[in-house]
T-cell receptor, first 116, second 116 residues
Framework: AQSVTQLDSHVSVSEGTPVLLRCNYS??????LFWYVQHPNKGLQLLLK??????LVKGINGFEAEFKKSETSFHLTKPSAHMSDAAEYFCVVTQMFSGGYNKLIFGAGTRLAVHP | GAGVSQSPSNKVTEKGKDVELRCDPISGHTALYWYRQRLGQGLEFLIYFQGNSAPDKSGLPSDRFSAERTGESVSTLTIQRTQQEDSAVYLCASSLEAESSYNEQFFGPGTRLTVL
């Protein structure tokens, strides 16, 4: 079965400093991996996705993530945090089922706080 | 175009009452998913629809939970005899089709259910 572990429940950074949100996955086959962001009182939004193409994936708002198979990691980074980045971030892996359909398996989330 | 919509946005009910939550997917999306998000946690998969059939109900936590979908349109999630542990945000997502890992799921804003 597929699973994801987000190593930090809370991360706090100063505005303008780098962001690192860590995610490790477990998968019995080549996974598809995603990062979603959830701002307060708003719906989930896809930040970026890895689907076995380039291992360095660029997403919206300056975020990127690198798929490292040897480390089973898919950490999310941003060079310079902005106040508007404060939100909950979810690392997600897909689980495939017979019949071809898949469902999303979510990590527990990392709450990012950005201080002035 | 319109995204996924859910109603009501908030629902407060008394223990033991039945509730119905509604999801309107993006037009043309054949796949529809229900998730539950408890406070401070990631999303838990509940049920998946392909068209109006539900090949995967494995996430429904008990027989008090049921869901149906009319064609490739509206879905309702029904919780009978609600309990306090049912309090959570219930999220709906839709995608074009589920036979690939690459189809993005678009999420609605959720229904916040509070059981007193």
């Amino acid at each position: 079965a597929q699973s994801v572990t987000q190593l930090d429940s809370h991360v706090s950074v100063s505005e303008g400093t780098p962001v690192l949100l860590r995610c490790n996955y477990s998968s019995s086959y080549s996974p598809s991996l995603f990062w979603y962001v959830q701002h307060p009182n708003k719906g989930l939004q896809l930040l970026l996705k890895y689907t076995s193409a380039a291992t360095l994936v660029k997403g919206i708002n300056g975020f990127e993530a690198e798929f490292k198979k040897s480390e089973t990691s898919f950490h999310l980074t941003k060079p310079s945090a902005h106040m508007s980045d404060a939100a909950e971030y979810f690392c997600v892996v897909t689980q495939m089922f017979s019949g071809g359909y898949n469902k999303l398996i979510f990590g527990a989330g990392t709450r990012l706080a950005v201080h002035p | 175009g319109a995204g996924v919509s859910q109603s009501p946005s908030n629902k407060v009910t008394e223990k033991g009452k039945d509730v119905e939550l509604r999801c309107d997917p993006i037009s043309g999306h054949t796949a529809l998913y229900w998730y539950r998000q408890r406070l401070g946690q990631g999303l838990e998969f509940l049920i998946y629809f392909q068209g109006n059939s539900a090949p995967d109900k494995s996430g429904l936590p008990s027989d008090r939970f049921s869901a149906e979908r009319t064609g490739e349109s509206v879905s309702t999630l029904t919780i009978q005899r609600t309990q306090q542990e049912d309090s959570a945000v219930y999220l709906c997502a839709s995608s074009l089709e589920a036979e690939s890992s690459y189809n993005e799921q678009f999420f609605g804003p959720g229904t916040r259910l509070t059981v007193l």
